[in-house]
C-alpha cells in the first residue's frame, strides 16, 4: 500500500468516499507556490486549473495581509472598521455605474442563496431561470436549480432550464440559432407566469464555464436579459469563474458579455483561497432589502477577509494581471486555434482571456474519453487541466492569472505533445 493509498483509506473513513477527487490516480499537494505545486513525492506540476488561487498560490502579499491582520484584529461587521470600508470601496471602484453597494458573504453559494432571496423579495415572485447546465452552489436553494452535476433534489417546480446555444455545435444559421434560442427563453418565461411562479430572476455565468464555454449568436445575452426585465425578473451575473480579469479585456464577465446585471455574486478568487464572497448591486436594490431585513453574517466581511480581498485588488494591480491575462490569453488562444486545425478530433477552440478549452468530437459526436485522456496524459506531463460540459468533452484550462511567459510554453507543448500522441493512438484505433 502506498502512502496515498493509505490517506484515501483515512478519508474515506472521515470525509467519507463521496466527495470527489481529481484524476485515476489522486495526486496529494504538500506545498504550492505561483503556479506550481509540489505533490508528496516532490514531483512538481504546473497549475493550469485552479482559479480559486488568482494571484498564486502562497501569494507572499496575500500571505502578509492576512498574518497581519490576524495578529491585529478580527471582528464581525457590528463593529466600524476601517479596513472593512477601505476594502469595499476598492472592490466597488472595479465595477460600472449603478453598482455601488456591497453584501459579504463566506461562499460564492451564500452568495447567489442572497442574490435569489433579495430578488425574490423584491419581485414577489419564486420562479428562476438557468441554463439546463449549470452550477451555482450547494444550497438547497440552489441544489432544486442544479442542472449540471448529480443532485437527489429534482429541479423545483418553479425553476426552468433552457439550453444555452453554442454556435460550435449547432451548424445552422446564426439567425436561426438566435431566434431558437430566445424562443426557448419566452416559453420558459411564459411557463413559470402560467403556473403562478412569476420570474423573480435569471441566474448565469457570463462565461458560461460549466455549459462548455458556448460561444452563444451575437444578440443572446442581451435578448435573455431584456426578457427578464420585461417579465419583472432580475439579472443576476454569477462570477465566481468569469471575474476579477480574467477575460483580460474586462474586470468582470458580466462587462464582457454584455449582461448589464442587477447583483452580481463574487466568491472562490476573491481572497484567494480565503473564504469569502459577496453581493454586489444597487443603493436601489440594496434599500428595497435592507429596509426590511436584519442582514447580518458573523463572519461575512471580517477585517481578516477585507486583508485579503484588498492584497488580492492590490497585487491585480501591481503586476497588471488583467493584462497579462489578454496578452497569454490571446498567445494561447492561437496557439488553441492551430491544435483545432491540426486535429482531425478536436471540433473547436474556446473561450477568452485565461479561460480556454478544446472542444472533442468524433464524427459530429462529442468525445469525453479522449478528453480525459487528454486531462490524464498532461498529469503524467506534470501540467494540471481539467474537463467540462454536459458531456464532459471540453478541455477546462484555467489557471491562476499569475501565469506568466515563462508558463505558457510549457503547457503548449505538453498539450501539443499529448495531442499527437491521443491523434496518433486514435487513428491506430480506427
Known sequence: MTSNDALLARRARTIGPYSPLFY???LHFVSGSGVWLTEASGERFLDGYNNVPHVGHANPRVVQAIADQAGRLNIHTRYLNERVIDYSEQLLATFGPGLDRVLYGNSGSEANELAIRISRQLTGATGMLVSDYSYHGTTITLAELTTGLRTREPLAPHVRAVRVPD????????ELVLA????????????????GFGLAASLFDPLFSTEGMARVPAGYVAGVVDRVRRAGGLVIADEVQS??????SHMWGHAWAGMDPDLVTLGKPMGNGHPMSAVVTSERVLDAFG?????FNTFAGNPVSAAAGQAVLDEMTAEG????AAQL????RRAFDAFAEQHDFVRAAKGVGMFLGLEFAVDGHPAPELAKQVVEGMKRRGVLISRIGRHESVLKVRPPLAFGDAELPVLLSALDAVLSETQDAAHTTH
Not at 454556435?167 to 446564426?174: A, H, N
Request: without cysteine; hydrophobic residues 40%.
Open 321 to 324: 494581471l488583467m493584462a497579462r
Open 291 to 295: 429596509s426590511r431585513n436584519e442582514f
Open 243 to 248: 471575474g476579477f480579469g480574467r477575460t483580460g
Open 24 to 26: 485515476a490516480e489522486p
Open 329 to 332: 490569453g490571446a498567445a494561447a
Open 167 to 174: 454556435l460550435d455545435t449547432d451548424t445552422r444559421p446564426e
Open 180 to 195: 431558437s434560442a430566445l424562443q426557448e427563453v419566452d416559453d420558459a418565461i411564459a411557463e413559470l407566469q402560467a403556473a
